[in-house]
């Protein structure tokens, strides 16, 4: 009898400790992945929910690129590489709805609002300490996977130099 309830300890309560222990991982990964989205869309708010018009009024336009499309809808659309002092973006625009979409930005002036008081600069450890797990590293390169949104930090002797965030438009 003995030797039963401990075969039934085995196989039925191991599993279950397993099962919990793998929940809290995937819930850590789901809470990370979402604390990168959030990251990249609070960086991202000097062009949500705004025009090309308002857009362009962000800065000084150093360069833009436009281009002509029809979405598979059949709306017409803008796709735009924008580039002012220190930031470049790229996304699309339709004048239907009165909306850019923004699917790449790319900081590399501490001038712009970076979420969390992060800024072009700032010293590389402060990364793991605002997005709050570590990236994946590669050369200088340190990135973060939300569910969405990737954030990709450049780092050059010890200093945050260049955020590239990507965006999700669906």
Not at 64 to 74: A, L
Request: proline share 4%; net charge neutral.
């Amino acid at each position: 009898m003995t030797k039963f309830i401990c075969l039934f300890l085995f196989f039925i309560v191991m599993p279950v400790f397993a099962d919990s222990a793998n929940d809290e991982s995937f819930n850590k990964m789901l809470e990370n992945q979402a604390m990168v989205d959030n990251f990249a869309w609070e960086s991202a708010k000097p062009f949500d929910d705004k025009d090309i018009v308002q857009i362009r009024k962000y800065g000084n336009v150093v360069n833009e690129e436009i281009e002509h499309f029809k979405t598979p809808y059949g709306d017409d659309a803008t796709d735009h590489k924008i580039e002012f002092n220190g930031v470049y973006l790229e996304g699309f625009y339709i004048p239907k709805q009165k909306r850019f979409f923004l699917k790449y930005l790319k900081i590399t002036t501490p001038n712009y609002p970076i979420a969390n008081s992060l800024i072009i600069g700032s010293n590389a450890e402060m990364i793991s300490k605002v997005m709050k797990h570590n990236g994946t590293k590669k050369l200088r390169a340190i990135t973060y996977q939300g569910e969405t949104e990737k954030v990709v930090f450049v780092v050059d002797n010890g200093k945050i130099v260049r955020i590239d965030f990507f965006y999700y438009t669906g």
